[in-house]
């Protein structure tokens, strides 16, 4: 069975920095698109950002240059690292996976697998 696992999340003042780790168990898989969501109350479900097994990113506009995706595959782990940070990203972060390359630009529909999500709260 296929879990993933995120951990890293809390509360921190504008500028400062987390890193959100998905833990993947149950399946390793050498083809892949891996992504962070985010969910804000009465908010839409964004794609913050996406990796895949051929190491292509794409990252949201407004995290791009803060935020960094990225991929143990021995850990078999996801990792976002997220500097400078901002009250707008307060949200629920979700890690998402799917066995497959990533269809640019990846919806969350794509995704087949999905964490229970981590709180983020960035104070101004």
């Known amino acids: 069975q296929v879990q993933l696992v995120e951990s890293g999340g809390g509360s921190v003042q504008a500028g400062g920095s987390l890193r959100l780790s998905c833990v993947v168990s149950?399946?390793?898989?050498?083809?892949?698109?891996m992504g962070w969501f985010r969910q804000a109350p009465g908010k839409e479900r964004e794609r913050v950002a996406a990796?895949?097994?051929?190491?292509?990113?794409s990252y949201l506009g407004s995290v791009r240059g803060r935020f960094t995706i990225s991929k143990d595959k021995a850990a078999n782990t996801l990792y976002l690292q997220m500097n400078s940070l901002k009250p707008e990203d307060s949200a629920m972060y979700y890690c998402?996976?799917?066995?497959?390359?990533?269809?640019?630009?990846?919806?969350?529909?794509?995704?087949?697998?999905w964490g229970q999500g981590t709180q983020v709260t960035v104070s101004s």
């Open positions: 149950g399946y390793t898989a050498s083809t892949y698109c």
């Open positions: 998402a996976a799917n066995w497959a390359k990533c269809i640019w630009p990846p919806h969350a529909a794509d995704f087949s697998y």
């Open positions: 990796i895949d097994s051929d190491g292509s990113k």
